[in-house]
């Protein structure tokens, strides 16, 4: 597998990066998300990633964001080191918020998400969209190439949920060594009764999947999204199967989809226990961008653990590796600037 595999071979004029940050109570949910020591610890998961994506370190977050039992640390040191080799210009979005960071945010005055076996699991979904629109259009006369990323513990059960929806079986991937198929299928099954909802039948109602069985993450990406229709903007999907469900909203909503693509990293691809590669192609995504970091040659125990399957994806960090690639940072580059984040964290070993 290559470092980066992108269709387009010249560095951006005027790239940026957005990272939209939520929490949903999905994640409160025992043993569903390891983005983080214990389950109460994911609130402060995405305010951990931005200020570690900012500084290089946390500030006022209790614990770096890892993956027990290893200390495996965030991908947000990935997003961190690309960002610094390319030194693109990026953004951090609040989209409901359990914990907020102490570094630069944009605000769209979203409520965290609910757990998904309440029946309503996103408030204000319109309102979100609308807002992220506005700002989509606010930033698109500033850019030729968007890249946005999510940090959201949960997500991925959130994912399937909106994919059974929209009438999609899609096995979705895990921060975990394990993937807790079966835990996360039974919670999506209590989510789908308790908003009274069948497989498939929403699939022309993708706002209300969001709402019974979505999180705030979701109508946030799909407004900037709006945001930059109608423009030359290429956008890309920064992550793994939660992308795929956005995009699959995306579709559902109409949109047009030519200059949509997703990137993320290997460890997504090659997840047997998910089925990223067949979701894609079912849903016609026209590019799909693949980030190795080659974290098999590091001498750092706990990037090692990446290549085993704890953690694969998360902060954006396959769409950061993307845009590195595009600037010419070849994967050694890469790597020994993540082993320097580490080192400074004193995470990893």
């Known amino acids: 597998m290559a470092w980066i595999e992108p269709e387009v071979t010249r560095k951006p004029r005027r790239p940026m990066f957005l990272c939209v940050l939520s929490n949903t109570k999905t994640a409160h949910i025992p043993k569903l998300s390891a983005a983080g020591k214990t389950a109460e610890l994911t609130d402060y998961t995405p305010a951990g990633d931005a200020e570690l994506m900012e500084t290089g370190n946390i500030i006022s977050v209790p614990v770096l964001p890892m993956t027990p039992p290893y200390d495996t640390p965030t ?4 997003t961190r080191s690309a960002l610094k080799l390319t030194d ?14 102490e570094v630069p945010c944009i605000d769209l005055k979203a409520k965290p998400g609910e757990d998904i076996r309440e029946p309503v699991a996103v408030n204000d979904v319109q309102g979100i969209y609308e807002r992220a629109k506005f700002l989509g259009r606010r930033l698109r006369n500033q850019v030729d190439h968007v890249v946005i990323g999510e940090s959201i513990p949960g997500g991925t059960t959130t994912a399937m949920g909106v ?36 497989f498939g039948c929403l699939k022309d109602d993708p706002m209300k999947a969001i709402s019974c069985m979505g999180d705030p993450m979701m109508p946030a990406v799909i407004g900037l999204v709006a945001g930059f229709q109608g423009t030359d903007v290429s956008v890309v999907l920064a992550g793994g ?26 460890y997504v ?3 047997k226990s998910a ?11 026209p590019a799909v961008y693949v980030a190795d970091p080659g974290f098999g040659k590091s001498e750092l125990k706990g990037l090692h653990r990446y290549e085993t399957g704890t953690i694969k994806e998360g902060a954006g960090a396959g769409g950061a590796m993307y845009l590195a690639g595009l600037y010419g940072i070849s994967q050694d580059e890469f790597r020994s600037e993540v082993e320097n984040v580490c080192k400074l964290l004193k995470a990893g070993h």
């Open 275 to 285: 089925n990223f590669t067949e979701l894609t192609r079912i849903l016609g995504v």
């Open 88 to 101: 693109a210009p990026y953004h951090f979005i609040n989209s409901g918020l359990i914990v907020t960071p």
């Open 241 to 266: 199967t939660q992308m795929v469900a956005v995009y699959a909203l995306i579709k559902h909503l109409g949109f047009n989809t030519e200059k949509l693509a997703i990137a993320t990293t290997r």
């Open 75 to 78: 991908p947000a040191i990935m």
């Open 163 to 198: 994919l059974m929806a929209l009438g999609y079986n899609g096995n979705v991937s895990s921060s975990a060594d394990e993937n807790p198929l079966d835990l996360k299928k039974q919670v999506i099954e209590e989510g789908l009764k308790a908003s009274g909802l069948t």
């Open 269 to 271: 691809v090659e997840d």
